[in-house]
Every structure is written in C-alpha cells, then in structure tokens.
C-alpha cells in the first residue's frame, strides 16, 4: 500500500519535473531547430533593453484584405498598437523606422504614417532597398528621414482595380484619393506639389506604367528624403534628437 | 480598397481564391484574445493579437508569426 503510494507520488513528481523542465526552455536544441528553421541562425543575439525601440515595415503593407500567403506582409493590425505602446512607455525615448517596401493599402499605409507623424517622441526613418509607392508617405512622416545610396523610391499614380465604371466622376474619385498622399507628402517633405505631380506623371521613365524611380541620392536632390545614410547615421540622428530633449544618459 | 504598389496585382493576389486560413482563439490570462492558425500537432502560428494593453504588442512571443507549442498535460 505504500509502496503504491510512493509509486504515485514518484509519477506525479517526474510530471511536476518535465512541466518545470518545459517552461524553462526545454530542450536547448529544440530552440536551436526552432531558430535555424525560422531565422536562418543557431542563436538570436540578445541585447539590453534599450531606450531606443525600431519598427520594420517590410513587404506589403496589408490592409482590410489578407493577401495570400506568398506574400510578405506588414500587419498593420500590429504596427499601430505597437505605436501607441511606443508613445505611452517612458523608457522608450525614441523610435526607428526602417523602411524596406513595395507599397500595399493606401489607408493602412496612411494610418502607419499619420501615426508615426503625431509620435511626440523623436522619430528617424531609413529606406533601405525600396521605399515605393504608399512607402513614400511612411518614410517622410518621420522628424527625419535618411535613404541608403542604393536604395528606390518609385512615385506613381495610385491604380484602381475591380470593376471600373467609365464616369468622369471615377477619375475625380481617383484624384480625390491622390490628393490625399500628394497632400500628405508635400507637407512632411520639401518638395512642391507640382513638382511630385510632375514625377508622379512622368511617361519615359518606367516601362509598364507612368512614373519615376529615385535612386538614393535623387530622393535627397528633389527634396523628398532630408538625406542620404544608412544606420550608424540613423542611430545617432536619433540620440542627437533625444538627447536635445534634455534628458541624459542614452544608449 | 486600393492596393497601391509596384507590384503587379496578378502577383500579389495569386492563389487567393484557393487560400482559406483555419484561424482558431485563445483567450490570454490578461484578458486579451490571440489568434492562431493550427501549424502541426502540437504547434500553432500566431496570426494577431487582440489586446487593449499596448504592451503585449511589444512582447515578440506574441509578435504575428511566432509559433506557439502546447502540449497536453497529464494531471495525475
């Protein structure tokens, strides 16, 4: 009898140990699996907290519609709270955007920048590789902007899909919505409307469709990125900009 | 809903008409909900986070895309 009662207590606490052995990381060679599998690497560096918070927008930025899944996405579901966490903790002095994207949802693109726009802690975006399409109003809604030298930015029309009815009012629809990153991206940048309408609408530059690439330096000259970097720069951009808030001792 | 991006339509929305995801809830201690897409026995990917704390959203184990293991517990 007690050697039955032993026995159960013997079971309950190999059960008590494997559970205890789980929650603590289980096996490390699991985790190992784990992050080749998905990173690409045996162990992800791990860092201190910092004071300094970065936010990727990769990819299409994904709106009202799911889009399969080949493609990779920018959750804007996710980003937007992300802010909010950003702007409300007090040990979060500052926030870097970096920028690699092919555009997606104008008003989920919208949103991400007039959010990172009214982010009253400093913010400084980087557009590496590509910056195009509704990437162009994210990148400039920040205090400050850098481009790679390599890096693109393609301006065009925004494009309209599904069924298309032939009114004149369909086009003052599509300008109306054009207005809007036009409008956006003239007041957080310095260059003139008419002068992003005149790249928007340039016809001998892409070869299937109106508009033009900027590369790099180009974004800096027409007055659309403040200037040209990549992420040292950024960093201590950003550490400049928190550290003129009068606070000391950053990292 | 307009897609504005240099990639072809056709591209981005290629095998939407066969892609139906099977999301599943779990309801977090602090009050909050995440949703999962069932990735194996024992294993679901994280689609979204649903929480008033913007906090969680900081938290990259319940970042969109982290895989979540459960297993079943023996009470004894």
């Known amino acids: 009898m007690a050697a039955a009662r ?17 929650e603590n990381g289980g096996n490390g060679r699991e985790n ?49 709270p992300q802010l909010v966490a950003v702007e409300q903790n007090p040990k979060i002095r500052g926030l870097l955007i970096i920028l690699n994207t092919v555009g997606g949802d104008v008003e989920a693109g919208l949103a991400i920048a007039e959010m990172i726009d009214t982010l009253s802690k400093p913010t400084v975006s980087i557009v590496l590789g590509g910056g195009h399409s509704i990437g162009v109003p994210v990148a400039v809604a920040s205090d400050y902007s850098f481009i790679t030298e390599t890096a693109t930015m393609t301006i065009h029309p925004i494009r309209l899909s599904g069924l298309v009815i032939g009114v004149p009012q369909t086009y003052e629809y599509l300008d109306k ?52 970097g990549g992420l040292g720069q950024a960093i201590r951009k950003l550490q400049e900009m928190i550290g003129e808030g009068g606070e000391s001792d950053l990292h | 809903m307009i897609l504005y991006t240099i990639v072809p339509l056709e591209t981005v929305l290629d095998g939407s008409d066969n892609y139906v995801p099977l999301y599943s809830e779990l309801p977090l201690k602090n009050g909050g909900t995440l949703l999962l897409e069932q990735c194996g026995q024992n294993s679901a990917r994280v689609v979204r986070l649903i929480s008033s704390n913007p906090g969680d959203y900081l938290d990259p184990k319940l970042a969109p895309g982290s895989i979540i293991e459960f297993r079943a517990e023996n009470r004894a």
């Open chain 1, 32 to 80: 190992v699996l784990q992050n080749i599998q998905q990173l690409g690497q045996a162990t992800v560096p791990q860092q201190p907290e910092s004071s300094i918070h970065s936010i990727t927008i990769i990819g299409q930025i994904e709106g009202h519609l799911t889009l399969p899944p080949q493609n990779k996405t920018t959750k804007y579901e996710h980003v937007i």
């Open chain 1, 177 to 228: 919505m054009q207005d809007r990153v036009i409008r956006f991206v003239t007041a957080h940048s310095h260059i003139t409307t008419d002068e992003f309408r005149r790249l928007m609408f340039c016809t001998n530059q892409l070869a299937r469709d109106i508009g033009t690439v900027l590369v790099g330096q180009d974004a800096v000259e027409i007055g659309l990125i403040n200037e040209v």
């Open chain 1, 6 to 22: 032993r026995q159960r207590q013997g079971t309950a606490r190999k059960a008590r140990q494997y559970r205890q052995h789980k």
